[in-house]
Antibody, heavy 119, light 108 residues
Framework: QEQLVESGGGVVQPGTSLSLSCAAS????????MHWVRQAPGKGLEWVAL????????YYADSLKGRFTVSRDNSRNTLYLELNTLRPEDTAVYYC????????????WGQGTMVTVSS | DIQMTQSPSSLSASKGDRITITCLAS??????VNWYQQKPGKAPKLLIY???DLHTGVPSRFSGSGSGTHFTFTITNLQPEDIATYYC??????????FGQGTRLEIK
C-alpha cells in the first residue's frame, strides 16, 4: 500500500543542523509533488515546504527564512529536508505528505519524526 | 499570505448530534479548501477535499461546503470515534499553504 516513513529526528542543540528523510513506497514517487508539514507540541499544523515531482522547483514557508532545504532522489524514492541553524521554535513533529492527484490535499502522510531543539 | 480563521477552537457535543465548524479565508480561495481529522499522536487524515468532495473511504456523515471565503465542515450523527481535532487548509495561489488553527471536538 501507499506508505511514507520518516526518519532522522532527534534532540539537537540550537544552531546545529539535522537531515530528515522520507522513504516512499507503494506508488510512483517520481510522479508526485511532495510536501513537509510540521506540528509543534500541542500546536496546529504548519506547512514547511513543497518540491515538485521533478525536483526542479521548490517552495518554502517565509518563516523559515532560507534555513531549510527540501530535496528528493527519485531513483531512491526518498524525500529529504535539511534543517540548518536550528532554533528552539523548530521543535516539532515533522511529517512528509503526498497530495491527492493534482490537488494539494494531503491523502498520504508519514508517521512523523520528532525534532527537539534544546540546549 | 492567505489566513484561515477557524471557529470554534473547541466544542463539546453529544452522540448523535450535528456539529459545524467554520473557516473564513482572508481572501477568495475558490474551492481550494480541504479538511482533516487528527487524533492524538497520529498524522492527520484527509476527510474532504476541494471544499465538498468526500475522500475515498470517509463516512458520509462528514461533509463540507462553501466557496470564496466562507467554508463549513459538518458532522451529522456524531459518533464517539469522531473525537479529534479538525483542521481546514487552503491551497489557492501557493505558496504558502495555510491551515486553520484547529477545532478540538469532545463528546459529552
Amino acid at each position: 500500500q501507499e506508505q511514507l516513513v520518516e526518519s532522522g529526528g532527534g534532540v539537537v542543540q540550537p544552531g546545529t543542523s539535522l537531515s530528515l528523510s522520507c522513504a516512499a513506497s507503494g506508488f510512483t514517487f517520481s510522479s508526485y509533488a511532495m510536501h513537509w508539514v510540521r506540528q509543534a507540541p500541542g500546536k496546529g499544523l504548519e506547512w514547511v515546504a513543497l518540491i515538485l515531482a521533478a525536483g526542479t522547483h521548490k517552495y518554502y514557508a517565509d518563516s523559515l527564512k532560507g534555513r531549510f532545504t527540501v530535496s528528493r532522489d527519485n531513483s531512491r524514492n526518498t524525500l529529504y529536508l535539511e534543517l540548518n541553524t536550528l532554533r528552539p521554535e523548530d521543535t516539532a513533529v515533522y511529517y512528509c505528505a503526498r497530495p491527492l492527484g493534482v490537488t494539494h490535499a494531503f491523502n498520504v502522510w508519514g508517521q512523523g519524526t520528532m525534532v527537539t531543539v534544546s540546549s | 499570505d492567505i489566513q484561515m480563521t477557524q471557529s470554534p477552537s473547541s466544542l463539546s457535543a453529544s452522540k448523535g448530534d450535528r456539529i459545524t465548524i467554520t473557516c473564513l479565508a482572508s481572501q477568495d480561495v475558490g474551492t481550494y479548501v480541504n479538511w482533516y481529522q487528527q487524533k492524538p499522536g497520529k498524522a492527520p487524515k484527509l476527510l474532504i477535499y476541494d471544499a465538498s468532495d468526500l475522500h475515498t473511504g470517509v463516512p458520509s456523515r462528514f461533509s463540507g461546503s462553501g466557496s470564496g471565503t466562507h467554508f463549513t465542515f459538518t458532522i451529522t450523527n456524531l459518533q464517539p470515534e469522531d473525537i479529534a481535532t479538525y483542521y481546514c487548509q487552503q491551497y489557492d495561489n501557493i505558496p504558502p499553504i495555510t491551515f486553520g488553527q484547529g477545532t478540538r471536538l469532545e463528546i459529552k
